[in-house]
């Protein structure tokens, strides 16, 4: 069966169905999102006040000593304001956004989707998922290849709450260091901070009084941070001379 003929089967009774395809599931941070939200009416014409696209995530969070992860909202896109869907009518909307350039990388267990939303009356909304397949801007990419050429293994990814950033999402790295470093410190924590002009990576190393998540938890949200190295869209060099700057900056605050 076709992939419309799936939405038409579905919809043979009661609200109408929602589906999105995309048409590149791989977008870099900050990147554009492309596709087509296909609509199937069902047996009677429906107002649908908004269609949607939530960029979600999952977050971990600790409450009452227990943690456990939780459905986060990344950004919100309106592909179309109010319209009625008639019965049986099918209808296809193509949509086009920039994902934020916080959206957390799907590395380790970390999943971005996006989930499909029509806001209908008197009526369970109906919702479709789709993943995504989300890589580093070229900051990002490029420190964390500096990382691994300077010795360092990731040992843990985690998306946090954080109220330091517009999205309310910041993802933690934390690494163990390599032979260079291990003398100095037992683990290095990093977190990327982008915005319109360019990235921040906030850097903390061998913070063993951790709660949850790590240090980045929580200097993301206090007024005080921590080592902080700053690139500016454009203007960074290759992985090596990032590598050098990186070992610099933790070599001269090691303790």
């Known amino acids: ?18 589906d999105a395809r995309v048409n590149e599931a791989r977008v870099q941070q900050g990147g554009t999102v492309t596709g087509e939200v296909f609509i199937v009416g069902g047996a009677v014409d429906q107002k649908i006040n908004g269609l949607y696209i939530w960029v979600m995530t999952q977050v971990l969070v600790e409450q009452d000593d227990r943690k456990f992860l939780q459905d986060a909202e990344i950004q919100r896109v309106n592909v179309s304001d109010a319209f009625t869907i ?3 009518e099918e209808k296809i909307i193509p949509f086009s956004f920039e994902l934020s350039p916080e959206t957390p990388l799907t590395v380790g267990k ?10 209908v009356p008197f009526a369970v909304d109906p919702k479709d998922k789709d993943y995504l397949e989300v890589t580093g801007n ?15 293994t990731v040992k ?5 709450k954080s109220r330091r950033t517009r999205s309310g ?17 037992s683990e290095l924590e990093l977190i990327f901070a982008t915005d319109a002009t360019g990235t921040t990576v906030y850097i903390e190393m061998d ?18 941070s921590r080592m902080t190295l700053r690139y500016d869209s454009g203007r960074m060099g290759g992985v090596s001379q990032v ?13």
């Not at 069966?1 to 929602?18: E, H, P, T």
């Not at 843990?156 to 946090?160: G, Q, R």
């Open 110 to 119: 970390s999943e971005v989707w996006l989930k499909t939303v029509m806001d």
């Open 1 to 18: 069966m076709s992939f419309l003929n799936k939405i038409r089967a579905s919809a043979g009774m009661g609200n109408a169905k929602v």
């Open 169 to 185: 999402v910041a993802q933690e790295f934390e690494f163990y260091p390599g032979s260079e470093f291990r003398q100095h410190f």
């Open 138 to 152: 070229e900051a990002v990419e490029r420190v964390l290849a500096a990382a691994k050429q300077l010795g360092f």
């Open 243 to 255: 590598a050098d700057e990186l070992r610099d900056t933790l070599l001269a605050n090691a303790r």
């Open 156 to 160: 843990k990814v985690t998306n946090l």
């Open 86 to 88: 008639s019965a049986k």
């Open 207 to 224: 913070h063993k009084a951790k709660g949850l998540g790590g240090f980045l938890a929580a200097a993301m949200d206090m007024d005080e």
